[in-house]
């Protein structure tokens, strides 16, 4: 069983930046048994996948709008996955959700995550 919890959602301007923590709690196994990733979710639309991160760390995609701007991350001995966001634009704008699945490799598909947390919001002013 995971159990993950998001930190670091808020507001800022456009062209800021913002830092979203991913931490897990993990019964039976570590949490460098996952692969990682991060997905978002604006109203009215659907979910979309914007960057993940395999077990080692060694290897992360990442969704076409944030090429560039944005870099996942992970620190094993913290349970941690990090998404160092930069260059924010109104259309960043969304929850942004945690999720873990067994196994590795990069996998941009939701369906295939079998953790998620509960989100956090993150609302970008123009």
């Known amino acids: 069983q995971v159990q993950l919890v998001e930190s670091g959602g808020g507001s800022v301007q456009a062209g800021g930046s913002l830092r979203l923590s991913c931490t897990a709690s993990?019964?039976?196994?570590?949490?460098?048994?996952?692969?990682m990733g991060w997905f978002r979710q604006a109203p009215g639309l659907e979910r979309e996948f914007v960057a993940t991160?395999?077990?080692?760390?060694?290897?992360?995609a990442y969704g076409d709008s944030v090429q560039g701007r944005f870099t996942i991350s992970r620190d094993s001995a913290k349970n941690t996955v990090y998404l160092q966001m930069n260059s924010l634009k109104p259309e960043d704008a969304a929850v942004y959700y945690c999720?873990?699945?067994?196994?590795?490799?990069?996998?941009?598909?939701?369906?295939?995550?079998?953790?998620w947390g509960q989100g956090t919001q993150v609302t970008v002013s123009s």
């Open positions: 999720a873990a699945r067994p196994g590795d490799g990069l996998v941009t598909r939701a369906s295939w995550y079998a953790y």
């Open positions: 993990v019964s039976g196994r570590t949490a460098s048994s996952y692969a």
């Open positions: 991160i395999t077990r080692s760390g060694g290897n992360t």
